[in-house]
Nanobody
């Protein structure tokens, strides 16, 4: 059984940075695509939006247009850990962020939450103006 445990998040001022991490267990996660999603304020969990995903090779990354150039997704397969470095944060980035695992090797140019079947517990990121 896959478990994804998230760390990081919190409150930051606009223009600041936050790094999220997600440690996986229960599967050889180096074979699978990992991603980050957000649940915006007032939205339901099933309305989560894709932020970024990264293929098992650690090279095939896809980003939402809203975060390109500001967020970086990376992974350390030896540590079974996924990261999201969030820079130049804006109040609109405030959300609950979830990490997720897909059984696919990579998902180029796709950010559909239905491609992912295991989820972390979520972590709040709040950006103040």
């Amino acid at each position: 059984q896959v478990q994804l445990v998230q760390n990081g998040g919190g409150s930051v001022q606009a223009g600041g940075s936050v790094r999220l991490s997600c440690v996986a267990s229960g599967l050889p996660t180096s074979k699978y695509c990992l991603g980050w999603y957000l649940q915006a304020p007032g939205k339901e969990r099933d309305e989560r939006e894709g932020v970024a995903n990264l293929g098992a090779d650690g090279r095939t990354a896809t980003y939402a247009d809203s975060v390109k150039g500001r967020f970086t997704i990376s992974r350390d397969n030896a540590k079974k850990t996924l990261y999201l470095q969030m820079n130049s944060l804006e109040p609109e980035d405030s959300a609950i962020y979830y990490c997720a695992l897909s059984r696919r090797f990579y998902l180029r140019d796709r950010l559909e939450s239905t491609d992912f079947d295991s989820w972390g517990q979520g972590t709040q990121v709040t950006v103040s103006a």
